[in-house]
């Protein structure tokens, strides 16, 4: 899982990376065009024992071993004051010996007494004069003054030049092509440790892996995100994705719980802006298309949306039912032709939603329509918000959670669960709705959030589609305030 995730952030922040890659060449590029052109050239010197005569072969390994112990400290005597002091004057420069050190390097392989020293400056001529410059004041400060006898006598010690220095034809620095090298690998490594921090520390939710990474609840299907669409589809309209996905959702719906008396369902959301109002309406469109008769009841009386989107009447609905005002039958509202819904738009905005909703006549108005309707379909506010959903959870059958793509954190989806937990409630499923059809959190096309098939509800327990108009011309049965109280005492008289 945690693999996949990391692959998934590199599809995800690949432009993020390339940015980044970019920059560290744009900057390698920069490096070598603000550095100035320097010109090398190298020379290699010898330093070997003093061959005396009538030597012995033991006398030469002995004098061999004495140059190879004292190479290191020949080195540093190659960029030391005492041999550029005389380099300086020579040519006339105007720099310290510090100065000219840094432009100055001697070096040896493990073993060989031969020295290379290289120079660097602004000309290839200056370059090989500083460097022949250089050998000559080696050679003499080793051998005229450090390892010349106390007696008088000859040095021990012969340097040699192997070869001289010759001016270069193309400068050593700048290096373009390793400065852009270097900015490429800099940059991309940058990148990728960017986009793998912020890919780790994003907690929200974008798939359905993200989703059961956090809870056992099945989810029931995903809705692409099309620009530009109509967010309500049509009644047996063209198979376009985001029609098919919520004839998918009605698929799973139907698996995903072997109870026969969930057929009223609370949809909501953990925050707002999930899509939870139209994912109830398209729910209920297709489930409409099926066959089974379906009312839909806005019960968000706070930012009522349901009527705005099917073009209703929404002053006339719930609250005015729930307060006794207007009778059920009046508040209902028909939408569409084929395939009609029956809406039950929000009314009046009270000032007292939740004592609304959590009252008995709430519960009366559902078990009215649950016995007249296949389907009953209630949109509430989001759980996080305030605890409208989580009371209207205690009347219906199940709740199904909308959870909107790059909209919620896994934080607010666990606190959404915990609410609904507080009060008994377990979501019968989640909708990942919003959800990209491109890139690496595009919904699977191969039926990847299909659930465990289980029994379908029973016919004998699902009323028809005549038997359920019928019962709406003629009324439901009343309610008996005095057999209600006996036989569920939570309900009240409703005014059909």
Partial sequence: MELKRLARILRKRWILIVAFTLLGVVGGAAAALLTPVQYQASTRVFVAAQIQIGSTPGDLVQGNNFVVQKLPYYLDVATSPRVLDPVITSLGLNETAANLAERVTATTQPGSAVIEITALASTADAAQQLAEAVSESFTDVVINQLETPADGGASPVTVGVLDPAVVPDNPALPQLYLNLAVGLLIGLLVGLVTAFLIGLLDRRIYNRDDIERLTVVPVLGGIPLEAHANPIIT??????????????????????????????????????????????????????????????????????????????????????????????????????????????????????????????????????????????????????????????????????????????????????????????????????????????????????????????????????????AAAIDRGPTPVDSDTSSTDNPTHTRVTW
């Fill in 235 to 468: 009644p047996d309209g063209p198979a376009t994705a985001r029609a098919e996905a919520f004839r998918v959702l009605r698929t799973n719906l139907e698996f995903a719980d072997a109870d026969t008396s969930r057929r009223s369902l609370v949809v909501t959301s953990s925050v707002t802006g999930e899509g939870k109002t139209t994912t109830l309406v398209n729910l209920a469109i297709v489930l409409a298309e099926s066959g089974a008769t379906v009312a839909v009841i806005d019960a968000d009386l706070r930012t009522p949306r349901l009527a705005d989107y099917l073009g209703l009447d929404p002053d006339r609905g719930l609250t005015d039912v729930l307060v006794g005002d207007v009778p059920l039958k009046d508040s209902l509202q028909s939408w569409g032709t084929l395939h009609p819904l029956t809406v039950l738009s929000s009314g009046k905005i009270p000032t007292n939603p939740s004592e609304l909703l959590g009252s008995t006549a709430m519960g009366t108005v559902l078990d009215v329509l649950s016995s007249s309707y296949d389907y009953v379909l209630i949109d509430a506010p989001p759980v996080l918000a305030v605890t409208d959903a989580a009371v209207l959870s205690r009347w219906t059958g199940g709740t199904v959670l909308v959870v909107g793509a790059n909209r919620v954190s896994e934080a607010e989806l666990l606190a959404a669960f915990d609410a609904l937990e507080a009060v008994g409630t377990t979501p019968l499923g989640v909708v990942l709705a919003m959800v990209p059809t491109r890139g690496p959190d595009a919904l699977v096309r191969d039926g990847g959030f299909a659930v465990s098939p289980r029994p379908p509800l029973r016919p004998s327990l699902r009323p028809s589609r005549s038997t359920a």
